[in-house]
């Protein structure tokens, strides 16, 4: 969540009226002119780019007749990352935190949407959300933390030895395979390291979605506003390169984002993915890993699986009702799942 990345979205096109994805930002301002808030927000004609799923919602509207769409979505687009949705200033109080909230109501009913969805925001805002009526949503996604380690081996000490040997393995293939690893930060990721990465990224949209959300000029843009954040890991064989991975680089933590190569191999996809990034993270003191949404296979390799919130509002009370209760079955769902995961997590367990 940064103007930098938001903006290049936009500036790109990747982000727009026709793509979708109708810019519909919300700010509040004092009576001195000052912004006490900021809602990122979209007027959505689809669910496209959201990675909270809501289509069954849509085939219920439209089995009552209902348009579903358009529809208010809050979120950084494309990017399931949680954050603050609702920015305020240091100056903002409780009641301009409730009138911020109000007015995403308000637009919802003056612009007849269907409803408002405000998706990846923190358990601390979903409290504030919920004293408004909005209802909860859980998810699921996985993430690393670094518990004080010093090197990948004092990471690995920590593991299972069924797991530390099935990750040396895995690690040992790339090497035997004559492959090579090469770290790209900040400046130094040219427009040719770019042109190689967005390759990947693109065939690998096209095979697993059909279809790439994201622009080479969205890329070229973030390299100029944030390089600083960005992270590229680029895997070589001879003088080709074969594969690479994207992360972003925030305060305290690494967002793994974007993957692709020639083709499919997995052990190179963990390497990449995740080995290097749990290096880079040790070697930089950083406290976590963002590795998103899906993918069971993490959990071997040490990333633990959390609980992400989205909140939302539907304009009609009957259908918000039915919603409420449809939530109410999948948390419950979701909590056992959860603690299905942290059983089968691979840490030596304390005695």
């Not at 290049?8 to 912004?35: A, F």
């Not at 408004?132 to 996985?142: I, Y």
């Not at 996809?269 to 003191?285: M, S, T, V």
Request: aromatic share 14%; proline share 2%; with cysteine.
């Amino acid at each position: 969540m940064s103007y930098e990345f938001i903006s290049s979205l936009e500036e790109s096109g990747c982000v727009s009226k026709e793509t979708g994805w109708n810019t519909q930002h919300i700010i509040m301002k004092n009576n001195e002119n000052k912004i006490l808030g900021i809602v990122p927000s979209y007027i959505k004609s689809h669910s496209y780019g959201e990675y909270v799923f809501d289509q069954s919602w849509a085939e219920f509207y439209d089995k009552l007749g209902l348009n579903y769409y358009p529809k208010l979505q809050s979120c950084i687009p494309f990017t399931p990352v949680t954050s603050n949705k609702l920015l305020l200033s240091e100056d903002a109080n409780n009641a301009d935190i409730n009138q911020l909230v109000l007015s995403i109501k308000s637009i919802v009913n003056n612009e007849r949407l269907s409803s408002a969805h405000i998706t990846f925001c923190t358990k601390n805002e979903i409290d504030i959300l919920q004293t408004n009526n909005f209802l909860q949503r859980t998810s699921q996604q996985f993430r690393w933390e670094n518990n004080n380690y010093q090197t990948f081996d004092n990471f690995l000490e920590n593991l299972t030895s069924r797991k530390r040997k099935m990750i040396r393995k895995e690690r040992k293939h790339v090497e035997n395979n004559d492959i090579k690893i090469e770290i790209i930060s900040g400046k130094n990721i040219t427009e040719e390291y770019l042109d190689i990465f967005y390759n990947f990224y693109k065939d690998t949209c096209n095979r697993k979605w059909g279809h790439a959300y994201l622009s080479r000029e969205f890329f070229n843009l973030i390299a100029e506003k944030m390089s600083s954040k960005m992270m590229l890991v680029l895997a070589r064989y001879g003088l080709n390169y074969i594969a690479s991975s994207l992360h972003i680089i925030g305060e305290d933590r690494l967002y793994g984002r974007y993957w692709g190569g020639e083709k499919h191999d997995s052990f190179l996809h963990f390497e990449l993915c995740f080995y290097q990034a749990i290096e880079y993270a040790i070697r930089n003191k950083l406290q976590y890993i963002e590795a998103g949404a899906g993918g069971y296979h993490k959990i071997s390799r040490g990333y633990v699986p959390i609980l992400t919130y989205s909140a939302h509002y539907m304009n009609i009370p009957e259908i918000h009702s039915v919603i409420k209760d449809y939530l109410t079955k999948e948390r419950e769902l979701n909590n056992s799942n959860l603690e299905e995961l942290e059983n089968s997590l691979p840490y030596k367990k304390i005695l």
